[in-house]
């Protein structure tokens, strides 16, 4: 039977909130045994603070309760720190240093150790204890100025947590190049993941664009006929990605005859007559249902997509052939999703429910060779 790629690699988890949750989330799945570590009676606040979330993002890890703060506490970590293989944290710069629970502390108790900090703005610059959301990130890697109306003010148009979920796959993809680096150097390392950082890398290409030719304003850089949301006459909508030219003349071959989008065939034309190109075709598409211009699209080879609302999205036949989505038996309408890469020769993990707050801390503490004695003695003084 197939086994997932990474495991036998244990994570001791003490991230908060999305970033660092689905970063060792895509890591579980993979097969890594991720051990959450939580502060006692609390525990993480994305718990209360978005359930469901907690719920999608905290699924097959494991969940221990641990007062860092405390003597014995730190004590229990450190004996963790003994078998895992990474430590990814989340708090702002500084924090761990003061709580003995840096990487050069924990790196002389196992020099194998790879410890992953997951920040906004990194642990170095004048930014570093700077409190931030996904949304100032967005701000200063310059993404924003990206997002809106083409000639408007930038503004945050999506509802996705982008920088979140950019940091989180950078996260996990770091933490597995640090562990094949281990496999040859036989050292662990430290890690350091910006947020801010991670969102600029996405604008090198604009950047790289807008220095090659200084005359690219920001509305031409974000807006091209043919690629954009249109409304249909049914009030659903339809997405279109006529970027490449052999698709916007396959795009025009759809028209009546004598169409006034027929006029706009060459390129510089196209480019010269943006707001016409895009009044006409809304105007065009709205004429008829969604159904029928994927029909005809389709029959084309034109780029065009539905939109899907949330409850579109999970019968979507692309999606279900693709076997993305598995009932949540805890939540119907509401199902796992399994990890979205198809591997031919390992496999991923089937989903398992997020853990109650400390539900395998005596199994943890257990394999790291605690007697059940000295857990109950731990439990009694609130380390564990």
Known sequence: ?????????????????????????????????????????TGDYLRTLVPAGFSYLCRNKRSVTIDLKSGSGKDVFYKLCESADVILESFRPGVCARLGLDYETVSHIN???IVCSLSGFGQTGPYRNKSGHDLNYLGVAGALSLMGEPSGPPAHSTGIAVADFNASMFTVLSIVAAVLARERTGRGQYVDVSMTDCMASWMGRYLAERVSDESRTREAMMSRPGYDVYQCSDG????????EDVFWQNLISTLPVGHELQNFRSPDSRDANREKI???????????????WLD????????????NMFEEMLGDPQLRARALFIENPDEPGAPYQRFPVV?????SREPVRAPELGAHTDEVLREAGFEQSVIDELRKEGAV
Do not use: W
Not at 279 to 290: C, P
Not at 343 to 347: E, I, T
């Open 1 to 41: 039977m197939n086994t997932a790629p990474l495991e036998g690699i244990r994570i001791l988890d003490l991230s908060r909130l999305t970033p660092g949750a689905y970063a060792t989330l895509l890591a579980a799945d993979l097969g890594a045994d991720v051990v959450k570590v939580e502060q006692p009676v």
């Open 343 to 347: 591997f031919s020769d390992v496999s």
């Open 236 to 243: 659903t909508y339809v997405t279109l990605g006529c970027v």
């Open 296 to 307: 005809v699209f389709k029959a084309s080879d034109v780029p065009a997509a539905p939109v």
């Open 278 to 292: 895009e009044e006409l075709l809304a105007n065009l598409i709205a004429q008829e249902s969604r159904d029928h």
């Open 111 to 113: 020099p194998r150790l």
